[in-house]
Nanobody, 127 residues
Framework: QVQLVESGGGYVQAGDSLRLSCAASGRTFSNYNVGWFRQAPGKEREFVAAIKPSGGTTYYADSVKGRFTISRDNAKNTGFLQMNSLKPEDTAVYSC????????????????????WGRGTQVTVSS
């Protein structure tokens, strides 16, 4: 079992930045792929970003590419999502997820590939 707890959400203005954290406990964090997903009211959960266990490879949704940066600190069992130039359409509950399953390419985008999920943190961007 891996427990994931997100933090860092909040209410910001368009153009501001936020840094989300995903604290992991229970297993060796460095063995897990980490993904960030978001869900806006009335919409399906969507992929935001993912990172391989070593941190050497990252994936991004087109909607956040160039604005968001995913990273991890395996020594601290924590993943991060740096969000810059936030837009009102980024408003959603952001959740981190983890899986020890080997993933490649588009499999990172699929919610069903992740074994463990946090409860999420709300991000609200006003115009």
């Amino acid at each position: 079992q891996v427990q994931l707890v997100e933090s860092g959400g909040g209410y910001v203005q368009a153009g501001d930045s936020l840094r989300l954290s995903c604290a992991a406990s229970g297993r060796t964090f460095s063995n897990y792929n980490v993904g960030w997903f978001r869900q806006a009211p009335g919409k399906e959960r969507e992929f935001v970003a993912a990172i391989k266990p070593s941190g050497g490879t990252t994936y991004y949704a087109d909607s956040v590419k160039g604005r968001f940066t995913i990273s991890r600190d395996n020594a601290k069992n924590t993943g991060f999502l740096q969000m810059n130039s936030l837009k009102p359409e980024d408003t959603a509950v952001y959740s981190c997820a983890a899986t020890s399953v080997y993933l490649s390419g588009s499999y990172y985008y699929r919610t069903g590939m992740y074994e463990y999920w946090g409860r999420g943190t709300q991000v609200t961007v006003s115009s």
